[in-house]
């Protein structure tokens, strides 16, 4: 079995992918929100908020089970982090709130008004600002910028403003759209619309393919360790391998309207992504002072929360599964949607 | 202002808005699942209609809620990264377990709200069941994380560094049991009279209407009932500072000199620079009678802790007496209402008794406002007790003015947004007349 701190650091990359798929098609649902046009504008508004409204505050808490399997397994490199990168996180916080409390206001006053509220534009902008701040900040913890005594003493950096880690935020911003056009393929029988989400979903997958491209050139100057890591290591064949398969299997599976195949597809490009990060950053937490071993809590302190993961795993799975199994039936089992429901 | 005391204020704030919110998140599925279960009891719509409306108010309440409470998981790295450098690997498991219940409460409330005719009658109540659960369970974890504050264990010190760690005796200090209880009770009282409160006023003008007739019935039950129980959990809580913070219990009472049979204070001022509580009504012995169970206890006062180590002895007196007030007032309405309704519920509908309930409204969410202010002030110089100085645990980035400001006006900007929502959804309630003792427009439409 691999040493603690390993599991406990892959339970939180885990976490971040789960959240990825989930929460962060979320985020990309408001994108289309926000981009929303043409003459089914309203109609793709309404079906985005049918889609995320019951789930978005689950999926939303794959991001505080990261932080805080964060800060209990690893506080030294919580401490860090939250010092040199206050600003992006601060900011990315502000995001979230106003990503959260806003769809809230507008799905409640959705069903008596419709359309596009004031709520609606900043539950929008909010939820493309979000994913780049979320990226901008993975970017600056695998830059090999974040000192980790600077930090403590001199406090926030701005390491995090420059073309490397812009660019991951940029991607991750890609990834999350992309992922949100082609599963919102799949909560609607109406053949415009599920038109308008398949291009949507083309023209972000030409996005993700070119930020994939530019992201690690920019890497080579910004990054050069974690660059190294990336491209240089045993596995690098194998995952750029994988990640420009799913890509490409994505692109041709919506051309020929392979929806479930554009959704595998699609998913595991997003994954491999977020693996690959993980796997370069391996193994530091933040480049290049802090390992996982290094600022790891007392094994008795990881062995406790590997267990809690483990129980709340056994706990909350089933209950996840009811909630997608009674909100996400036509779209993830594809059974026939019942007239009388909306 | 200098860093150090914005860091503070803007925690305070965080707190300040998000512990409303949680209140809600704790008290209010309660409510709604006792209207859900009187409708599958009776079959009746009113009760439906109830539960409904208290579901979509739980909805918007909840939502800020979840997103203020991830606000604040960043923020305790971000304003005090020593803090948690040092603490997140002794006290993180009750986070962690937080973290699922509050998964559970999410999920299963995302069945409750948009599951109304897509699961079955008893599969959405067990849903709201959850809901109520998650949220109890998640208040009580996060209590534990504070009660640690108070009363660090589950490690040794080394260098100041903290070694032997015991994460589950950490979870298991001393003072979680008392402070968790205060904090449940606290959470049904608030939402109880807060909800009770609207709906009385509601009842003012529409003295028939059965959907508030059964919704002030219910919510003045829950908070009542919480009401009642509390000084008695309050005086496990005032005993245990007085055995183990008996610097915060000084400063709550207004305590300076340490002497047997201390007097209890009513109202007062202390006075730092005369170290003495000046204008309060002194009750002779009755502070060590109420700390000690015993009138001629020992009651050490705040001169026997040096300068440095003492809470700000003012603010923590005057949030402590309003907040006994706040409780004392709803605790006597809870036992007058439970006195008219000795016999049937109409005495709970007289014009009086409602103009105390709409009084009454704002008591339970005051009284937890002043009773956080207590339990944080009065810990103080220290974040963690004797071995961290908050002022050691703060960020080293400066210019928090800027955030500070921000957030409050991004909170004030929520706070207001939601308020207006649900005066909306209050402004719009629903008719369910009473007839001649005869209940005409229930059982018929569903």
């Not at chain 1, 415009?192 to 996005?207: C, G, I, N, P, Q």
């Not at chain 2, 860093?3 to 599925?29: D, K, T, Y």
């Not at chain 2, 599958?40 to 409904?52: I, M, Q, S």
């Amino acid at each position: 079995m691999p040493p603690l701190p390993d599991l406990v650091a892959g339970s939180i990359l885990v976490s971040l992918i789960i959240y990825a798929l989930l929460g962060g098609a979320d985020f990309g649902s408001g994108v289309w929100d926000l981009l929303s046009r043409g003459p089914r504008a309203a109609l793709q508004r309404l079906l985005i908020a049918h889609a995320i409204g019951p789930v978005w505050e689950s999926n939303h808490i794959w991001l505080i089970i990261a932080v805080v399997v964060l800060f209990s397994g690893f506080p030294q490199a919580f401490a860090v982090l939250s010092t040199a990168l206050f600003v992006p996180v601060t900011l990315m916080l502000a995001g979230i709130v106003m990503r959260g409390a806003a769809f809230a206001f507008h799905s409640y006053r959705l069903h008596d008004e419709g359309g596009r509220s004031r709520w609606g534009t900043i539950f929008a902008a909010a939820s493309l600002l979000t994913p780049v701040l979320l990226g901008t900040i993975a970017g600056a913890i695998s830059s090999g910028k974040i000192r980790a005594q600077e930090a403590i003493a001199v406090g926030a950096s701005l390491t995090w403003l420059a073309p490397f880690p812009l660019s991951v935020g940029l991607l991750t911003l890609a990834v999350f759209s992309h992922l949100a056009a082609v599963y919102l393929i799949f909560e609607t029988t109406d053949p415009d619309l599920r038109e308008d989400f398949r291009l949507r979903a083309l023209w972000a997958s030409v996005a993700v393919a070119a930020l994939l491209i530019l992201t690690p050139i920019l890497a080579h100057a910004g990054a050069s360790d974690f660059y190294g890591a990336l491209l240089g290591s045993g596995w690098s064949v194998g995952l750029v391998f994988l990640t420009a398969s799913a890509a490409l299997g994505a692109q041709v599976a919506l051309l020929l309207r392979a929806f479930p195949l554009a959704r595998i597809c699609a998913a595991a490009q997003a994954a491999s992504i977020l693996a690959g990060w993980g796997l370069a950053q391996y193994p530091f937490l933040v480049r290049p002072d802090l390992t996982v071993v290094s600022t790891a809590s007392p094994p008795a302190t990881l062995r406790l929360i590997l267990y809690s993961l483990a129980a709340g795993a056994v706990l909350l799975f089933p209950a996840l599964f009811i909630l997608l199994r009674v909100f996400k039936r036509e779209a993830l089992f594809g059974h026939p949607r019942d007239p009388n429901t909306v | 202002m200098t860093e150090l005391l914005l860091a503070r204020a803007q925690m305070a704030m965080f707190f300040a808005f998000h512990i409303v919110f949680a209140v809600a998140g704790m008290g209010m599925p309660v409510l709604m699942v006792i209207a859900e279960g009187a409708h599958l009891r009776t079959g009746k719509p009113v009760f439906l209609e109830l539960a409904r409306r208290w579901a979509r108010g739980t909805a918007v309440l909840f939502a800020v809620g979840a997103v203020s409470g991830t606000v604040l998981s960043f923020e305790l790295g971000l304003l005090w990264p020593r803090f948690m450098a040092f603490s997140g690997g002794i006290i993180g498991l009750p986070f962690a377990l937080e973290g699922f219940a509050f998964f559970a409460e999410a999920i299963f409330l995302g069945i409750y709200l948009y599951g109304w005719g897509r699961v079955p009658p008893l599969a959405h109540l067990l849903s709201g069941v959850a809901v109520a659960l998650g949220g109890v369970l998640s208040g009580v974890l996060v209590v534990a994380a504070n009660a640690w504050m108070n009363s660090p264990t589950g490690f040794l010190l080394l260098d100041g560094k903290p070694t032997a760690v015991d994460p589950i005796a950490a979870m298991l200090n001393p003072a979680w049991p008392t402070e968790a209880i205060h904090m449940t009770l606290a959470a049904f009282a608030a939402a109880g009279f807060a909800v009770a409160g609207i709906h009385a006023y509601k009842l003012l003008r529409d003295r028939e209407n059965l959907f508030h007739r059964h919704a002030l019935a219910i919510a003045i039950a829950v908070g009542g009932a919480a009401s009642v129980l509390q000084p008695v959990s309050g005086d496990f809580n005032a005993r245990f500072a007085a055995r183990n913070q008996p610097a915060k219990l000084a400063a709550m009472e207004g305590q300076w000199r340490t002497e047997r049979g201390a007097p209890l204070r009513i109202g007062g001022l202390p006075d730092a620079a005369r170290e003495t509580t000046r204008f309060a009504i002194e009750i002779p012995r009755g502070l060590s009678l109420l700390a000690f169970h015993d009138p001629d206890a020992e009651v050490k006062g705040l001169q026997a802790f040096p300068r440095d180590e003492r809470p700000p002895p003012a603010p923590v007196h005057l949030a402590f007496q309003f907040m006994v007030a706040c409780g004392t007032t709803l605790a006597a309405v809870s036992l007058v209402g439970a006195w008219l309704a000795r016999k049937d519920r109409e005495g709970l509908y007289r014009p009086r008794f409602l103009r105390a309930v709409v009084a009454c409204s704002p008591l339970g969410i005051l009284a937890v406002e002043a009773g956080w202010a207590v339990t944080e002030l009065g810990r103080q110089p220290w974040v963690i007790r004797g071995v961290m100085r908050t002022s050691d645990a703060a960020t080293p980035v400066s210019g928090l003015a800027l955030p500070f400001a921000f957030f409050s006006a991004l909170y004030l900007a929520l706070g207001v947004a939601a308020a207006w929502l649900l005066r909306r959804e209050v402004a719009q309630s629903p008719s369910f007349p009473r007839g001649d003792g005869i209940l005409r427009n229930e059982g018929g439409q569903e």
